[in-house]
C-alpha cells in the first residue's frame, strides 16, 4: 500500500500516568529512546508508535497518525499547496529519517516520515 500509516504518537500533559493506562490496558512494551525525552510503543504486531509529553501546555492531549512518504519535503510542499498549514517543518531525527506535521484544511493533524535509507 502507498503512504501507510507508520507510526501513532500521543503527546501528552502526563506522561507517567499515560505509561501505565496504556500498558495495563494493552500488552505493550515501552522502551526510553537514550538521550531523548520520547518513549517507544512496541506493540509486536501491526503499527507501533510513541509517546511524548506534549510540546504546548495549552494544546489538548492527542494522538498524532504518521504518514511514510518518499520525498518528504516535496509531499510537505504539496501538502502546504492544497491548502495545508505547517505546523512543524521538516525535522531530521539523526540517524532515523525526517518528519514534518502538517494541519489539513479541515483541521486535523497528521505526520509525515521519511526514513533514512536502509531504515
Not at 13 to 31: A, C, H, I, R, V
Not at 74 to 85: D, I, V
Amino acid at each position: 500500500m502507498a503512504n501507510p500509516f507508520v507510526h501513532i504518537e500521543l503527546q501528552t500533559q502526563d506522561l507517567e500516568k499515560s505509561k501505565k493506562f496504556y500498558t495495563g490496558m494493552f500488552d505493550w512494551k515501552l522502551k526510553e529512546m537514550p538521550g531523548m525525552d520520547y518513549t517507544i510503543i512496541e506493540v509486536g504486531e501491526g503499527t507501533g508508535g510513541g509517546m511524548m509529553k506534549k510540546p504546548a501546555p495549552d494544546m489538548p492531549d492527542n494522538w498524532l497518525p504518521y504518514i511514510m512518504v518518499d520525498d518528504i519535503a516535496a509531499s510537505t510542499k504539496k501538502a502546504q499547496a492544497l491548502g495545508a498549514t505547517i505546523a512543524k517543518d521538516v525535522t531530521e531525527i539523526p540517524d532515523m529519517g525526517w518528519f514534518s506535521v502538517i494541519t489539513d484544511p479541515t483541521g486535523a493533524s497528521f505526520g509525515l516520515w521519511q526514513p533514512k535509507a536502509g531504515m
